[in-house]
T-cell receptor, first 111, second 118 residues
Framework: DAKTTQPNSMESNEEEPVHLPCNHS???????IHWYRQLPSQGPEYVIH???SNVNNRMASLAIAEDRKSSTLILHRATLRDAAVYYC????????????FGTGTKLQVIP | EPEVTQTPSHQVTQMGQEVILRCVPI?????FYWYRQILGQKVEFLVS????????KSEIFDDQFSVERPDGSNFTLKIRSTKLEDSAMYFC????????????????FGPGTRLLVL
């Protein structure tokens, strides 16, 4: 039970922005929101994480709703290398924090 | 950036044989994990390991599985008597777990070992 909800698949044209939504309506006040992705035939890799404020890094941006019940991963310019399954995960700070993977969103990037 | 490494990348074994999958987590990380992914399915948590003991395990992680950190650098997953349904990709992950050490809440995954049980 990943306790998050994501669309099964999305498509984007190359070099256009992509907004990948995630619903985590039962999130607690201390849970972080993590995004991982899995490129074909590779292990999962970290993308970004946040708690309350929007976050930016070299890979993506994370927009977190004010009530924290949803978030959006933003890829500013999708490339063919961004084609992957994207997983949204919530995890409490500290502790052993296994990552519970749902089915994720399979992003297809169209050249 | 430091990486988690896993060996071998592929392993083929006969049903009933023992296999040991090896992982070298990132140095100074404190938390270690094994996951598996059966072909076409989602990634599933197997076990987490901290302070030289199992901290959590899933229903999949039965008596046929064991983990060990024998020398402070390697982290191994042993399957004592493999079954056909153990065929999967096995991922090792580690996490810093200490505030101030980079992305301390984030797990770093290895490239995986593809296990095929015949």
């Amino acid at each position: 039970d990943a306790k998050t909800t994501q669309p099964n698949s999305m498509e984007s044209n190359e070099e256009e922005p992509v907004h990948l939504p995630c619903n985590h309506s039962t999130i607690s006040g201390t849970d972080y929101i993590h995004w991982y992705r899995q490129l074909p035939s590779q292990g999962p890799e970290y993308v970004i994480h946040g708690l309350t404020s929007n976050v930016n890094n070299r890979m993506a941006s994370l927009a977190i709703a004010e009530d924290r019940k949803s978030s959006t991963l933003i890829l500013h310019r999708a490339t063919l290398r961004d084609a992957a399954v994207y997983y949204c995960n919530r995890a409490p700070a500290g502790g052993y924090q296994k990552v519970t993977f749902g089915t994720g969103t399979k992003l297809q990037v169209i050249p | 950036e430091p990486e988690v490494t896993q060996t071998p990348s592929h392993q083929v074994t006969q049903m009933g044989q023992e296999v040991i999958l090896r992982c070298v987590p990132i140095s100074n990380h404190l938390y270690f994990y094994w996951y598996r992914q059966i072909l076409g399915q989602k990634v599933e948590f197997l076990v987490s390991f901290y302070n030289n003991e199992i901290s959590e395990k899933s229903e999949i992680f039965d008596d046929q599985f064991s983990v060990e950190r024998p020398d402070g650098s390697n982290f191994t997953l042993k399957i004592r008597s493999t079954k056909l349904e153990d065929s999967a990709m096995y991922f090792c992950a580690s996490r810093p777990g200490r505030a101030g050490q980079g992305r301390w809440e984030t797990q770093y995954f290895g490239p995986g070992t593809r296990l095929l049980v015949l």
